[in-house]
C-alpha cells in the first residue's frame, strides 16, 4: 500500500509539471483521487473535450458516467486504450448501448478511437 501511495504521488506530480511549459492557467484543476471519487464531484461545467485513459472497465465508465453530460453538442470523445485493453472497450459499449448512443467510432493508432458528441 505505501509503495501505491509514493507512485500515485510520484504520477500526480509529473503530470502537472508537464502542464508547466504554458499549458496551466487558471481553468486547469488537478483533482487527486479515483476518478468515482473526484469526477462526480468535480467543478467542471462544459467540457468541449474528453479524453480518457482510464485502462480498466470500471474506471472508464466512472469517467463517462461523471462527464459525458458535459460534454458540449460538437464536442470529442476521445479513448486511449480501446483495441488493447477489453475492460475499457466493453465500458464504452456499455455506456453507448445504455444511453442509446450510436456514434461513429473513429480510429487514431490502431490503439485509441474517437467520437463526435452530436
Known sequence: MQYQFIH???VFHQRKKNFENGLLDEQVKFLKGWFKDTLPNAPIQKLALLR???????????????????VSVGGYIIVDDYHVVEGCKRAIH??????????????????????KVT
Open 8 to 10: 500515485s504521488e510520484l
Open 52 to 70: 480518457l485513459d482510464g485502462d480498466m472497465y470500471e474506471s472508464t465508465m466512472d469517467a463517462l458516467l461523471a462527464l459525458y453530460d458535459k
Open 94 to 115: 456499455d455506456f453507448l448501448s445504455q444511453r442509446n448512443l450510436n456514434p461513429v467510432l473513429e480510429e487514431i493508432d490502431g490503439v485509441g478511437v474517437y467520437w
